[in-house]
């Protein structure tokens, strides 16, 4: 069963644009694992924020139990680099510890961030990340040896929150009726964030709207994604 890689700079991230298909290959037997850079601890937390007596270490670690538990609603597994956010810095030994999932995991397709948002820099930060560390993992000469090369694969880039001023273009609408129960279940495991519900709910009824149409189907509920790279076909279908 192909493997999938998620990158994503927050825990919301991961759960509001991806949390259809994360559920969806997870279902269907995949191994999906979640690369969350930093907890959102200081930017993406305002509810956590508005607690009494709330400190930094107290929000970061409700925002990892949050995560953690939405990951798990969604099949997923998941590590955190605590890289921190507001502003995402990553390291040389980041990128290192990247590359080797990459090599590890061997994902069929990654999903991560758009590489524009000027709402929100540390989401192209982390889609930048992601892309140096796929480009390396297919290196010969990183970390040489017999199981050291292969097949980069495609990356899908999932909507950013305004997708008309991140200049993203999806070519992709991905049918999550089968799942969407699943992801909405994602949703309440963060409470930090209880704002973005409805909002993340009108996004999915949108595309769904939009897939529908452009396949021709009975589609209520669906996300949009951008490939980066050309999809190569034997033949026009």
């Not at 995402?88 to 990128?95: E, G, K, Q, S, Y």
């Not at 820099?121 to 010969?140: E, G, K, L, S």
């Not at 519900?197 to 529908?212: C, D, H, K, M, S």
Request: one cysteine or more.
């Amino acid at each position: 069963m192909p493997n999938v890689l998620v990158v994503t700079a927050h825990p919301g991230d991961f759960v509001w644009r991806a949390g259809g298909a994360i559920a969806l290959h997870a279902q269907a037997g995949h191994k999906v694992h979640i690369v969350c850079l930093a907890f959102g601890e200081r930017g993406e937390s305002q509810g956590a924020w508005a607690r009494p007596g709330a400190t930094l270490e107290m929000v970061k670690a409700g925002r990892k139990d949050e995560a953690e538990k939405a990951a798990a609603v969604l099949g997923a597994s998941i590590e955190f680099y605590d890289a921190g956010d507001y502003p995402l810095v990553t390291t040389p030994a980041m990128l290192d510890r990247l590359v080797d999932t990459f090599r590890a995991l061997r994902p069929e397709f990654v999903l991560t961030h758009a590489p524009s948002d000027p709402y929100n820099m540390d989401h192209p930060t982390a889609c930048q990340f992601a892309q140096h560390a796929r480009i390396v993992a297919q290196a010969a000469g990183h970390r040489p040896g017999p199981d050291a090369v292969y097949r980069a694969p495609q990356v899908y880039m999932f909507e950013p929150h305004q997708t008309e001023m991140c200049g993203f273009k999806p070519d992709v609408i991905l049918n999550i009726d089968p799942v969407w129960d699943i992801k909405r279940r994602a949703f309440e495991c963060l409470p930090a964030q209880t704002h973005l519900w409805t909002y993340y709910e009108r996004v999915a009824l949108n595309r769904g709207i939009q897939g529908g149409r452009n396949a021709g189907i009975k589609m209520t509920h669906g996300e949009a994604y951008q490939r980066v790279f050309p999809e190569v076909l034997a033949e026009l279908h």
